[in-house]
Structures are given as structure tokens and as C-alpha cells.
């Protein structure tokens, strides 16, 4: 079973909607979770933090349930310029370890 | 400011060459990582390194894979003899001092083995 596991994907929404990604992580050793997005043949960039408190950043929303090992993205409004692959991260404090899902893909159509 | 430098961008060889790739962190980041990335396996974490030391090189395929970084802004990590499977695109990512989640990657090197 991998550490990060992530919704399959691909994820095909229309301007405008809501899409919310999903992520697990097997290590409860796992002290910090991110956001990465890549887009298509560039490098990741850090999209954002997920809190256990939840936090946003305009239209995206990041949330931590530790209890259930669960993460999750969630984006309003969505625009064209959204579409990417999302990665979800773990990261481990002792050693600086970042672990990295699979991704999800999210297209959004005009 | 410069970013993370990888070298070569694309490099195509044949199966049993040797292949190098370079990696000039960004300079006062104290972690240098490797990561490869394939459509099937997604983005794999094969080692990583705090003020020059590996960590953690249990991510390194096999004994065919080696990385070094003999000081603070370079880094290579060397296939040899490189194998078709070992196609895919390299990533080397840098990060400042202390526990950060926040990892600045270079555009990476897409390796290609005949």
C-alpha cells in the first residue's frame, strides 16, 4: 500500500463548479500535509498547507482530519487555469522526508 | 533570483551507457532531494540530502543508481549501466533550513534509454 494515496482521477468539471480531491496517508508518523500542483510537463509547485484548524486561500480550502488519516482539497468556483494535477504530500519533521501521492488530475472545460 | 538548475533538460541514450545528472540547488538551502517521476509510479522519492550528508537513500532503485553532493550547490545522480526502464524524468528539489513541507523543484531531466 503506498504512504499517499489520492482519488484516481481524472476529474473533468465544467467552469464554475466545486470538485473537492481526496487524499489517505498510511504513516501517522506524518506531522505536516501539503498541496502541490504540477501542470502538464512542468515541475511541482507548493499550492498550500493543510491545518487540522482547515484554511483557505481564495477559492481553495484545505483540510486535516487526523483522526481518519484523511486530506482533502477542495475548489469553488472553478476556473479554466485550474486545470493540473494536484499532489497531495506528507511530510515527515525528523529528516525532512516528503512523500508525495500519485496525483489527480482535474480538467475544467469552458 | 535563480531557482533550482538541472542539466541536462533531455538526454536520450542507449541501454548500458552511463548517465549523469546535475543539480545546482538554490544557494542557503541546506536539503537537496531526488525524485523521479513516471506515469505509472508518480513522483519517487529516491534520496535525500541535509548539509551535503544522504539521509535516506532507500528511495535509490539499486545499486545501479548513485547520487552524490560534494558540496553545498551541486549534486549528481548517476545511472550506470542505464537500463530502459530507468526512463522517465528526473526532478532535484531544494528546501531551506529546518522542518519545511515547502520544496522548490528544478524543471527537470527527461531521460529517455533506448
Known amino acids: 500500500r503506498k504512504e499517499v494515496e489520492q482519488d484516481p482521477g481524472p476529474f473533468n468539471v465544467p467552469e464554475g463548479a466545486t470538485v473537492a480531491f481526496n487524499c489517505t496517508y498510511s504513516?501517522?508518523?506524518?506531522?505536516?500535509f501539503f498541496w502541490y500542483r504540477q501542470d502538464c510537463r512542468k515541475e511541482p509547485k507548493l499550492l498550500m498547507s493543510v491545518y487540522s484548524s482547515g484554511n483557505e486561500d481564495g477559492r481553495f480550502t484545505a483540510q486535516l482530519n487526523r483522526a481518519s488519516q484523511y486530506i482533502s482539497l477542495l475548489i469553488r468556483d472553478s476556473k479554466l487555469s485550474d486545470s493540473a494535477t494536484y499532489l497531495c504530500v506528507a511530510f515527515y519533521n525528523q529528516g525532512g522526508k516528503l512523500i508525495f501521492g500519485q496525483g489527480t488530475e482535474l480538467s475544467v472545460k469552458p | 533570483d535563480a531557482g533550482v538548475i538541472q542539466s541536462p533538460r533531455h538526454e536520450v541514450t542507449e541501454m548500458g551507457q552511463e548517465v549523469t545528472l546535475r543539480c545546482k540547488p538554490i544557494s542557503g538551502h541546506n536539503s537537496l532531494f531526488w525524485y523521479r517521476q513516471t506515469m505509472m509510479r508518480g513522483l519517487e522519492l529516491l534520496i535525500y540530502f541535509n548539509n551535503n550528508v544522504p539521509i535516506d537513500d532507500s528511495g535509490m532503485p539499486e545499486d545501479r543508481f548513485s547520487a552524490k553532493m560534494p558540496n553545498a550547490s551541486f549534486s549528481t545522480l548517476k545511472i550506470q549501466p542505464s537500463e530502459p526502464r530507468d526512463s522517465a524524468v528526473y526532478f532535484c528539489a531544494s528546501s531551506p533550513s529546518g522542518p519545511t513541507g515547502e520544496l522548490f523543484f528544478g524543471e527537470g531531466s527527461r531521460l529517455t534509454v533506448l
Open positions: 504513516n501517522s508518523a506524518s506531522q505536516s
